[in-house]
């Protein structure tokens, strides 16, 4: 994949909150923190911590959500079967904007990397840094709330009604 350094700080939106819209215990968002340029993960309610030696948050640079079925999957262990060789649609959060675009996964060639393409059909240049991969079934909600920006410090207003 080509990479390209955050954009600058100035040029980023106030912030924003990215929902995929699984049940319960499985919900995942991600909190957009224009200050780092990263998607802070949260499951289940509560902020997503990197199981490793370093117990850091987990905040990629970009959330990559590839629609692709999901089926039960025959065996021990109750696992899914995801259905990620092929195509289909893409939506990608990065720098607190998205780009909708394709996925493509060749079949035969099971070494040949996933290949995320824009509108276009050209190949999509990241931000630099960890990128999230999820795979979301078409059927579930997707959504991008942009924070509304702070009015400045020269305007009173009144608090909105409950």
Do not use: C
């Amino acid at each position: 994949y080509t990479f390209k350094g955050d954009v600058a700080l100035e040029d980023r939106p106030t912030g924003g909150t990215l929902s995929i819209g699984w049940p319960g215990a499985y919900r995942v968002y991600y909190k957009y923190d224009p200050e780092q340029n990263r998607y802070v993960r949260f499951w289940g309610g509560v902020k997503q911590i990197d199981g490793g030696g370093e117990k850091q948050e987990v905040a990629p640079s970009a959330v990559l959500i590839v629609r692709a079925g999901n089926t039960f999957a025959d065996g021990p262990g109750g696992y899914n079967d995801v259905a990620i060789e092929g195509e289909g649609k893409l939506e990608v959060y990065q720098n607190g904007t998205s780009i909708r675009g394709t996925w493509h996964k060749d079949e035969r060639y099971k070494s040949d990397p996933m290949h995320f393409l824009d509108e276009r059909g050209k190949p999509i240049v990241f931000t630099s840094g960890q990128l999230w991969v999820m795979a979301v079934e078409p059927k579930i909600a997707v959504t991008w709330k942009k924070l509304q920006p702070s009015p400045s410090s020269d305007i009173t207003s009144s608090p909105s009604p409950s």
